[in-house]
């Protein structure tokens, strides 16, 4: 079979994850953002940001900080986790949409060393625990090297 393996090249950097197979994958280099979406089931974001210079705060900053993005949700665990690219934290909140209808998203932040790389996912509270594992392989995959242009080759 066939493995499709997405580079993105930022301030020296090589950010690399393999996509979930079925999703649809969309760029906005504006914002250096990268979705992978399942419409009306999943969505997975991924923004290279230069938030956080030199480290995370503390997990209970980065969870105040989400907390004010989605007012009224509750917090239902904020843990160290691990990615292939490293050591990072984990977020995650629920949201009451309308009646007994949720959303669970999950936010990771994992340091690089000109900021910060973070995961959105979302889904609703229904499909969380299966589509989780989904995601969980996706930052499994997510590697982040030195990259550095290396200059043409000449001949005399």
């Given amino acids: 079979g066939t493995l499709t393996i997405y580079n993105i090249m930022a301030d020296n950097c090589r950010f690399s994850f393999v996509p979930p197979a079925g999703f649809a994958v969309g760029a906005d280099k504006s914002l250096r953002q990268i979705t992978l979406k399942i419409p009306d089931k999943v969505s997975i974001s991924m923004q290279i940001t230069t938030s956080y210079i030199g480290g ?4 209970e900053a980065l969870k105040n900080s989400v907390l004010q993005k989605y007012r009224g949700s509750a917090a239902l665990q904020s843990t160290a986790c691990f990615t292939g690219g490293g050591k990072g934290w984990l977020i995650d909140v629920k949201r009451v949409l309308d009646g007994d209808s949720s959303l669970i998203t999950r936010h990771v932040f994992v340091p690089w060393p000109s900021g910060t790389v973070e995961f959105v996912f979302s889904t609703n509270s229904e499909d969380f625990e299966t ?9 499994n995959s997510f590697h ?5 242009n290396k200059p043409a080759i000449t001949s005399n």
Avoid at 56 to 59: E, K
Avoid at 144 to 148: K, N, S, T
């Fill in 131 to 139: 589509q989780r594992n989904v995601f969980g392989n996706l930052l």
């Fill in 56 to 59: 995370l705060p503390d997990g």
């Fill in 144 to 148: 982040i090297e030195p990259f550095q």
